[in-house]
């Protein structure tokens, strides 16, 4: 199976300031088709996860253009560039090339 | 608007099967796949398995292959989960969400069923 490894696994962070969150796949997940299969959701405390970023960089509709993500291969990020209250959950990447797997997930908390 | 419904939570003793449905609405069911994942308590996610809900078309995560079986009733717009030999480490809540196979995301999630195995 593919691992996926992100960091750190906790944050927390002042509202208005920034955050990143680095996952690394054991494999690349550049497919044939030329899509890479990287995906960030976020769980929110007490819901189903949501859909925040596709295909590395891909924001989900509805989703504010304060996350963005970046990467390629094995290495890829997830920015938010101004952390508001309603960011606070865990946030997980997750490998669609071949039998999809998490990352361990991310709490982010606010200051 | 999209929907999936889960079926409501379960007590089930080691060794027995439970089964949990997720019933769609909002789009046309056999355009899209519906995986399944779940979540012990306190961890993370884990991917369990896809179907396509247009063949019936499966793939598994290796940790439960043999033990899970995922199926679909087109007639209903309802997907099933069925996992068998419960062990404790089998308690968790399981969810089933939307997959659209020209993107391979998840865009719609169930709302979860917390399954318990204890004896």
């Known amino acids: 199976d593919i691992v996926m490894t992100q960091t750190p696994l906790s944050l927390s962070v002042a509202p208005g300031q920034a955050a990143s969150i680095s996952c690394k796949s054991s494999?690349?997940?550049?497919?044939?088709?030329?899509?890479?299969?990287l995906y960030w959701y976020l769980q929110k405390p007490g819901q189903s996860p949501q859909l925040l970023i596709y295909e590395v960089s891909s924001r989900f509709s509805g989703v504010p253009d304060r996350f963005s993500g970046s990467g390629s291969r094995t290495d890829f990020t997830l920015k938010i560039s101004r952390v508001e209250a309603e960011d606070v959950g865990v946030y997980y990447c997750?490998?669609?090339?071949?039998?999809?797997?998490f990352g361990q997930g991310t709490k982010l908390e606010i200051k | 608007q999209v929907q999936l419904v889960q079926s409501g939570a379960e007590v089930k003793k080691p060794g027995a099967s439970v089964k949990v449905s997720c019933k769609a609405s909002g789009y046309t069911f056999t355009s899209y796949g519906i995986n399944w994942v779940r979540q012990a308590p306190g961890q993370g996610l884990e991917w369990m398995g896809w179907?396509?809900?247009?063949?019936?078309?499966?793939n598994y995560a290796q940790k439960v292959q043999g033990r899970v079986t995922l199926t679909t009733d087109t007639s209903t717009s309802t997907a099933y989960m069925e996992l068998r030999s419960l062990r404790s480490d089998d308690t968790a809540v399981y969810f089933c969400a939307r997959y659209t196979s020209t993107t391979a995301f998840l865009d719609s999630w169930g709302q979860g069923t917390l399954v318990t195995v204890s004896s």
């Open positions: 179907i396509s809900a247009y063949n019936g078309n499966t």
């Open positions: 997750m490998q669609g090339i071949h039998r999809d797997t």
């Open positions: 494999q690349s997940l550049l497919h044939t088709d030329g899509k890479t299969y």
